[in-house]
């Protein structure tokens, strides 16, 4: 079976129904010999995760199975941190996981071209916003190389922040 991490910052969205279809059709698709039985999801702590809490709440994936010929079995499992969420799905102990998109760019780099993990959806969709003292900053743009910039360490709003939206270079510096 084919392991697959739901990322929870890319900017699109799906609804906890469609997740749970998407989840069971491509159960439902795998020949008979190969349609899991069993289907072990892992999710982290945090509002994020409410698609999820949502699906085994209301055991959607199980109900959108059976509605497609396949009785699945779901366990939940709770992990703290995209390290264990990928450590978990490189060693057979899960086979869905949600994580944010950076612990998802490593799996998939660590496993293209063998257990190829794929991100499937995204959990939700965030805005990221500008928060300053100094009124002549209204965009990223009037940041110079002057300014401080105050973000939390990792993730991926203080990497945009880092090369400046993305732009592939780094000017921030710690305060």
Do not use: C
Not at 124 to 144: H, K, S
Not at 145 to 156: E, H, P, Q, S
Request: no cysteine; hydrophobic share 40%; charged share 20%.
């Amino acid at each position: 079976m084919t392991r697959t991490l739901i990322s929870s910052s890319i900017s699109t969205s799906i609804t906890t129904s469609g997740l749970a279809t998407l989840l069971a059709v491509s159960l439902a698709s795998a020949s008979p010999a190969q349609a899991a039985e069993q289907l072990r999801i892992a999710e982290q702590f945090g509002i994020t995760y409410l698609l999820l809490h949502v699906a085994r709440d209301q055991e959607l994936i199980e109900k959108h199975g059976a509605e497609r010929g396949v009785d699945i079995d779901v366990e939940w499992l709770q992990l703290s941190g995209g390290a264990a969420v990928n450590d978990a799905l490189l060693s057979n102990s899960i086979d869905i996981a949600g994580a944010g998109v950076g612990p998802l760019l490593t799996v998939w780099d660590r496993t293209h071209g063998n257990l190829n993990v794929k991100g499937i959806a995204s959990l939700g969709e965030f805005p990221n916003f500008l928060i300053t003292n100094n009124p002549d900053i209204q965009t990223l743009e009037d940041i110079d190389d002057d300014d401080r910039i105050a973000a939390r360490g990792g993730g991926l709003r203080s990497v945009t922040l880092s090369t400046k939206g993305g732009g592939g270079y780094l000017w921030a510096r710690p305060i």
